[in-house]
DNA sequence: TCGCTGTACCAATCATAATAGTACAGTTAT
DNA sequence: ATAACTGTACTATTATGATTGGTACAGCGA
């Protein structure tokens, strides 16, 4: 399971979604598997039950996660949601790139940072 | 000079601190080029004076600015100031990485889109 | 029926961005 | 000296969004 930083300023709602996003993304929750319940959840992470409903509701409304009332929310297995997540996160990428090459940073060393950061992942990460 | 986007949900603050990063970084200001009086800019952009100011006074604390009481504000000549914008940018960029891998993007498809937008910014940008 | 599940409200709280207004201090030119 | 500009410093207020707290309803399963 994933981890809540509440000093981050990210909202946590958001933190939710993407936590689950991820899970899936990584493979340790596959289309079928069951998410916590919305008042399970918000009690582990000590916040509010609707602070979960509501970034369940996001996840469900993108499709990545479906909810049965009286039984529980579940990943979708369905490929259209992962594909939306992809599409997503490939505008918020170049969103990031646009904005470093605003700061200026160009376009030969940002490949450089992204080579850098995969190498050293492989060599002494975990 | 730059754009503000009212309906981003970027703060107008911040928005204004990256306008001048972009201009500096673009070339356009250089060090010692004078910038609009707080009062000039905050009414060309029929924003609050205040709100200016706070994007000059990050500025200034950054060191990519200085200013003058009852002279105004200039762009710095200080290269350690647009250092510190360029190391800021490149942990900034790195984080949005980290977070597309979350999302599912690997690093081959990242190196993709930035060779992309910029072969696409060669052909028909402006 | 009981206990779990998701869902739907609404009001209150908290933090932050932005506004509005005023005042003070330094520079420049007349 | 005066006027008109500059940056700077406050305080108070408004607006917005995230979060919380509480309650209520509906469906599922033992």
Redesign the interface.
């Given at each position: 399971m994933f981890q809540l930083d509440f000093k981050s300023g990210v909202p946590i709602c958001d933190q939710i979604v993407?936590g689950f996003?991820?899970l899936?993304?990584l493979g340790v929750l596959k289309g079928g598997d069951q998410l916590p319940s919305v008042r399970a959840l918000a009690s582990k992470f000590s916040v509010n039950p609707n602070t979960v409903q509501k970034s369940y509701a996001i996840l469900e409304n993108s499709g990545i996660i479906y909810s049965v009332k009286g039984k529980g929310s579940f990943m979708s297995d369905d490929e259209t949601a992962?594909n939306a997540?992809?599409e997503?996160?490939?505008l918020?990428?170049?969103a990031?790139?646009?904005?470093?090459n605003?700061?200026?940073?160009d376009?030969d060393?940002?490949?450089n940072?992204?080579?850098q950061?995969?190498t050293t992942k492989e060599d002494g990460d975990k």
């Open positions: 993407n996003i991820k899936k993304a992962a997540v992809l997503s996160a490939r918020e990428f170049m990031a790139v646009r904005h470093a605003d700061l200026g940073l376009v060393e940002m490949i940072l992204i080579k950061n995969s």
